[in-house]
């Protein structure tokens, strides 16, 4: 994939979802939605209400509502290095882990699939065809070096005029050694995505700071395993945390459209940890002729 051929993300985070050819809203006419992970230090916390939040839109207090995150499918995406690295027993770790991972998911979720090595294969598109994105995941055939930054790129790709809620689980047991994308071009994508970014490297490898910022971006984490055995329980441990996730909306007053939203959400009466991402990219509605 060269630059020339990227396809340019302005999918932000709308509720509604924004029509295909606009791909951005107005604050003044759509609602934002914001998934938000809160966690006590023992696991995440459950029964939070609307009241329990406060959220700072540019330092604005926002009235908020909590959407009810079994009303709003999953979208799963796997974007999973392919390189010649994972040949043999990681090969099959990985593709018992991208199963475990859809066996969680419900009959309304949909789930896709993107490869990456020195090229990147979109495996499959979203689908709630599980049984497609299974005999992609087991089409897996490793080859060649690593471009992880490239892969993440095409995967977001998915989330451009989709409904729902995003999960991008990005896995790889190396470093980047050959994307044609540096790493702020995709940061400013996911920043623009309707995605929460969770990265699964191997501890034995440097972390890698570009997929640190992707998932900081996007309110999610970074997880190191110490062998590719640890896979399918990370996966599984990432859709349980996705799913215990709070869907905040509200439309945004008090603030102007354009620009760079900082969001900031805090839970005041309990001792907690907030963790979302730090904000969304607002655009103006077209003036009218």
Known sequence: MTRQAAVLIAFVLALPVAAAETQKFSSRTLGVRVDVLVTDGRGPVAGLRASDFELRDNGVVQRVEVVAAADVPINAILALDTSASIRGRRQADLVSAG???MDGLTPVDRAALT???HAVTPGSGLTSDFGSVRRALRAIEPLGQTSVMDGV????TSTLDQSGRFLLVVCTDGSDTS???QPQEVLEAAKRANAVIYAVTASNTKRSEALKDLADATGGHILQVKSS???R???QKILTEFRSRYVLAYSPEGVPPGGFHRL???VPRRRVTVKTRPGYIGVESPKQP
Request: proline share 0%.
């Open 229 to 231: 055995a640890e896979l």
């Open 153 to 156: 790129y095409v995967a977001l």
């Open 179 to 181: 994307s044609w994308l």
């Open 264 to 266: 900031e959400i805090t």
């Open 233 to 235: 329980t990370t996966f």
């Open 99 to 101: 199963e475990a991972l």
């Open 115 to 117: 490869t990456f090595s």
